[in-house]
């Protein structure tokens, strides 16, 4: 299933894709959770019920009428991992950056009020020209879960989604922790929607690449991860609980802006693509961060 957030006629819903048409589910099951997060934390028994409603072949709204929110407007965690991808670190070791590499897994947070929709604008920041971008796998936890073995990592997994793990590269050399350059508002786009687990055979046998206006600047392979999914899901919840909703960018494989020869950060009216294989695509212009702007969230955490 392609489970979607849209907006339409004025209201925020949550509904799944038939083809080019979306099912409202409010519509058919008013039972069913109202947003995207509680209707994952509803468990299998909600999703059995979106199932029944995609079978029985409703359409609702043609795609073309809604617009395509993030998926999961507020997650509570949004977490990437850096260097993840040999291609990544071979860029970086030519480039003669002096980052040494850890053996470890070596994560960040993504604030979460960074989330912005698949085709939303991202923000220049007014305080740094250094903006860049890096497409990418994500994965949506469906389940919570603690001390989560490897062999059963992908039995809490929602599904998968394409995201842009928008970077301001000279913030995020400010700390070790990276966070402030992968925080800016505006810079985690994620979507087009989140295709169920069972629709994907391989998570980590699919392409990857990203477009800065029509110039393909990365294309690579999520089969080059240096910690796969699994491990990744055993890392985290060995620490803390992992939750529904919450959002796991996986890395990106080589081509960023920063390491291009002269770098190539972006600029105002660029337009950045991310594909990834099976799970659609997302655009995003970069537009000048406004004036006075307050980014504000689709829907609260009590909503």
């Known amino acids: 299933m392609r489970l979607v957030s849209f907006s339409h006629a004025g209201r925020l819903a949550i509904g799944v894709l038939n083809n080019e048409f979306v099912i409202d589910l409010a519509r058919h099951d008013p039972k069913l959770p109202r947003t995207m997060r509680a209707l994952l934390e509803a468990g299998q028994d909600a999703l059995d019920r979106v199932a029944a409603l995609l079978a029985e072949g409703h359409k609702d709204i043609p795609l073309g009428d809604v617009?395509?929110?993030?998926?999961?407007?507020?997650?509570?965690?949004?977490?990437?991992?850096?260097?993840?991808?040999?291609?990544?670190?071979?860029?970086?070791?030519?480039?003669?950056?002096?980052?040494?590499?850890?053996?470890?897994?070596?994560?960040?947070?993504?604030?979460?009020?960074?989330?912005?929709?698949?085709?939303?604008?991202?923000?220049?920041?007014?305080?740094?020209?250094?903006?860049?971008?890096?497409?990418?796998?994500?994965?949506?936890?469906?389940?919570?879960?603690?001390?989560?073995?490897?062999?059963?990592?992908?039995?809490?997994?929602?599904?998968?989604?394409?995201?842009?793990?928008?970077?301001?590269?000279?913030?995020?050399?400010?700390?070790?922790?990276?966070?402030?350059?992968?925080?800016?508002?505006?810079?985690?786009?994620?979507?087009?929607?989140?295709?169920?687990?069972?629709?994907?055979?391989?998570?980590?046998?699919?392409?990857?690449?990203?477009?800065?206006?029509?110039?393909?600047?990365?294309?690579g392979r999520t089969d080059e991860f240096l910690h796969r999914i699994d491990s990744m899901i055993a890392e985290l919840s060995s620490v803390f609980t992992l939750e529904p909703g919450d959002i796991l960018a996986t890395g990106s494989p080589a081509g960023v802006g920063a390491l291009m020869n002269p770098p190539a950060f972006l600029k105002t009216g660029d337009v950045v693509g991310v594909e990834v294989e099976g799970l659609g695509s997302i655009e995003n212009r970069v537009i000048d961060e406004p004036a006075g702007f307050v980014h504000e969230p689709l829907i609260k955490d009590s909503e």
């Open 67 to 219: 617009r395509l929110e993030a998926p999961v407007p507020n997650p509570r965690k949004f977490l990437g991992i850096g260097g993840n991808t040999f291609s990544h670190l071979a860029e970086v070791k030519e480039a003669g950056i002096p980052i040494k590499h850890s053996p470890n897994q070596t994560w960040f947070n993504k604030q979460v009020s960074c989330i912005n929709g698949p085709f939303g604008d991202i923000h220049l920041p007014k305080i740094s020209g250094e903006l860049d971008y890096e497409g990418e796998l994500a994965v949506v936890i469906g389940k919570r879960c603690r001390h989560v073995p490897e062999s059963k990592a992908f039995g809490v997994i929602a599904g998968y989604m394409v995201c842009n793990d928008v970077s301001v590269r000279d913030w995020q050399l400010r700390s070790p922790t990276s966070t402030l350059g992968k925080s800016f508002d505006t810079h985690g786009p994620t979507g087009p929607w989140i295709t169920t687990r069972d629709e994907v055979a391989d998570p980590h046998d699919l392409y990857l690449k990203t477009w800065v206006n029509d110039d393909l600047r990365m294309n």
